[in-house]
C-alpha cells in the first residue's frame, strides 16, 4: 500500500460508478460479464445501502457490492463484486469492506450473505460452503466456491433450486409454478364445494 495514506471506508453512491466499473475491470477484465454472479447482477439493482467504497485521497481504491437474491423461499444477498487496487492489496481493504457488508445487511434485517469466492479467503471472515445442489445458479459454478455466511438459523436451507435477483424471482413466477397454484387453488375450491 502506498504509505502514510490513509483509507476511508464510505457507503457507495451513484457518483462512485465510474471509478467501481474501472476497479472491476481491472481486477477482473471483459471475462468478469461471463460469470454466474455477473447474471444474477444483470437481473435487478444492487443494493447500494449495503455496499461500501474504500478510497485514498478522494479517490476510490476499493468497491464492495450486495445485491438482494432469493432462491425458493430463500432470500438474502449475494456479495460481490469484491475488488481492491493492485496498490492497496494485501492492508485488510478487501477485509474491511467484507465485514462492513455484511455488518449492513445484518442490520438490514437480511437473514443470509451468499457468494461465489474462495473458500480460503472468506472463510475466515464468516462464510462456510453451502450444500452441493442445494441451489443452481445461472451459470456453471465451482461448487466449492458457492459460499454463505447466515445469519439468521436456517436460512441457508431455505435458500433452493434457481438462484437469482430477487426482482426475477419475484416478478416472474414460472409458467410452471403458476399453473401449480392454480390447479392447487382449484382443488382447494372443488374440496370447499365438498
Ligand atoms: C481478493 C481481494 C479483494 C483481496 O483484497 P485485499 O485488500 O488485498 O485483502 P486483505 O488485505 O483483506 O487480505 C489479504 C490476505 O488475503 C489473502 N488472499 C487474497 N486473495 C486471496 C484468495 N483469492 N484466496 C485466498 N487468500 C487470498 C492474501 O494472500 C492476504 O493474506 P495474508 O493476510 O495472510 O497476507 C483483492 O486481492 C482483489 O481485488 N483481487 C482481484 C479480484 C478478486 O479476486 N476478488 C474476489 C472475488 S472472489
Redesign the pocket.
Known amino acids: 500500500m502506498v504509505p502514510g495514506s490513509t483509507i476511508a471506508y464510505l457507503p457507495e453512491t451513484a457518483e462512485h460508478d465510474p471509478e467501481i466499473e474501472l476497479i472491476n475491470e481491472e481486477?477482473?477484465g471483459p471475462g468478469r460479464f461471463a460469470r454466474a454472479a455477473s447474471k444474477i447482477r444483470e437481473g435487478g439493482p444492487h443494493d447500494r445501502a449495503l455496499s461500501f467504497v474504500a478510497a485514498s485521497a478522494g479517490t476510490v481504491i476499493?468497491s464492495v457490492r450486495l445485491t438482494p437474491i432469493a432462491a425458493g423461499r430463500g432470500r438474502g444477498h449475494m456479495l460481490?463484486?469484491?475488488?481492491?487496487?493492485p496498490a492497496?492489496?494485501?492492508?485488510?481493504?478487501?477485509?474491511?469492506l467484507v465485514a462492513l457488508g455484511l455488518d449492513a445487511a445484518r442490520k438490514a434485517g437480511s437473514p443470509l450473505v451468499m457468494?461465489?469466492?474462495?473458500a480460503?479467503?472468506?472463510g475466515p471472515l464468516g462464510f462456510a460452503r453451502m450444500p452441493r445442489n442445494q441451489v443452481q445458479m445461472p451459470r456453471p459454478v465451482d461448487p466449492d466456491r458457492l459460499l454463505v455466511c447466515e445469519f439468521t438459523p436456517g436460512a441457508a436451507a431455505q435458500l433452493t433450486g434457481d438462484l437469482d435477483h430477487v426482482d426475477q424471482i419475484v416478478r416472474s413466477p414460472k409458467p410452471f409454478q403458476a399453473f401449480t397454484d392454480e390447479a392447487e387453488t382449484g382443488v382447494e375450491r372443488l374440496r370447499a364445494a365438498g
Open positions: 481486477a477482473f476499493g460481490g463484486p469484491l475488488a481492491v487496487r492497496f492489496k494485501n492492508a485488510g481493504i478487501g477485509r474491511t457468494l461465489v469466492g474462495d480460503p479467503y472468506y
